[in-house]
């Protein structure tokens, strides 16, 4: 086995207008020690606060007093090839027109002593960090016509 890598997330980095009530999906190239997937491992925070990611650690920059980190509930899924596929709901909708930062810690996060890991124990390697920005609710409200 290899360390797990990220295929693909949804929202995609940069995604603009994304649906408010959407979850944050996580495809990865091999099935993973779920357990390892948590609040340790992952967060989802807005506005963005300023995170420097390299290839040798983690740095987290200052975040407002007003950053707001999101709780949610992770349920996990295999996809035709066997690879895990991991759902993030929030408990509560985002907000409107916000920057939102999604980040799964990897072996190279030197602020964390917990990463994402496959069954063998091989840590993620590197830390995967996206942003998005969500959309506007939209409600049409109906009207009787007479």
Known sequence: MSAPVVLQVTPADQETDVVLGQSVIVALDQVI?????NDSTFSLTYPAPTQ??????LIAGESSSSTVNVDG????????????????????????????????LGSDASLSSEDLMNPAGESMQNSYQWTFTTGVLNLQIGRAHV
């Not at 420097?52 to 650690?57: A, E, K, W």
């Not at 066997?82 to 993030?88: C, E, M, N, S, Y």
């Open 73 to 104: 509930v992770w349920s996990f899924a295999d996809d035709s090839e066997g690879r895990t596929v991991a759902t993030f709901t929030p408990s509560k909708r985002l907000p409107e027109n916000t920057l939102c930062t999604a980040l799964l």
């Open 52 to 57: 420097i990611l390299t290839s040798n650690q």
């Open 33 to 37: 020690d779920t357990t390892t997937l």
